[in-house]
């Protein structure tokens, strides 16, 4: 069965430092991964969807690459604030067509001033 | 101007109660989802519905019963609750299924408790 794992231990990492999460996955090709962010007590929020064909994506301070063949993701955060303080969770499509989205457990990041 | 709502943030029950959450959002979208995260932290997704058409529905205990009156509401009635239902409820949408890769809204949750 699908699967993806996201280091579940927190990263601490001091203001400034580049932050740098990783999903794995097994067990079968996604079209797309997606990453997210959540807050204690709110609910995720969209960061940046990056394809199969796509090596690397960014976005202001974020970058996302996606490697096919190790089956891996990176999410960079350069330059990171105490404000980047969060839980950051992958997510890859399910392996039926029917748009359902699977979520790795998440990583929390701590930038300390 | 909230994107997508959900009532009730907090509620705390006793076993073998029955209760609903209610979801709405104001973005058009067509597809609505519950996910439930448990303590954890993961996601899961539970139902999901385009244009009040049931698409998803994960195996998920017979006494969660989805209800989309409209494309912009989604409800959640749990029957005969127990203390392993204890969770945070998200209601969520997006444009469509998702399936060439949405993006997907969230709520701010809904945090049960049973005891």
């Known amino acids: 069965s699908q699967k993806i794992e996201q280091n579940s231990e927190a990263l601490n990492i001091q203001e400034g430092k580049t932050a740098t999460l990783t999903c794995n996955y097994t067990?079968?090709?996604?079209?797309?991964l997606q990453w997210y962010r959540q807050d204690p007590g709110r609910g995720p929020v969209f960061l940046l969807l990056?394809?199969?064909?796509?090596k690397e994506k960014r976005k202001e301070r974020l970058k996302v690459t996606f490697d096919t063949t190790l089956k891996q993701s990176l999410f960079h955060i350069t330059a990171s604030q105490p404000a980047d303080s969060a839980t950051y969770l992958c997510?890859?499509?399910?392996?039926?067509?029917?748009?359902?989205?699977?979520f790795g457990q998440g990583t929390t990041l701590q930038v300390k001033p | 101007d909230t994107a997508v709502s959900q009532t009730p943030k907090y509620l705390v029950t006793q076993m073998g109660n029955d209760k609903s959450i209610k979801c709405e959002q104001n973005?058009?979208?067509?597809?609505m989802y519950w996910y439930k995260q448990d303590s954890k932290k993961f996601l899961k997704i539970m139902f999901s519905y385009n244009n009040k058409e049931l698409i998803i529905n994960e195996t998920v205990p017979n006494r969660f019963s989805p209800k989309s009156p409209d494309k912009a509401h989604l409800n959640l009635h749990i029957n005969s609750l127990e203390l392993g239902d204890s969770a945070v409820y998200f209601c969520a949408s997006s444009p469509g299924q998702g399936i060439t890769g949405n993006t997907i809204y969230f709520g701010e949750g809904s945090w049960l408790t049973v005891v």
């Open positions: 973005l058009g979208h067509d597809t």
């Open positions: 067990n079968y090709s996604p079209a797309y």
């Open positions: 997510a890859l499509p399910g392996s039926s067509n029917t748009g359902k989205l699977i």
């Open positions: 990056i394809r199969e064909n796509e």
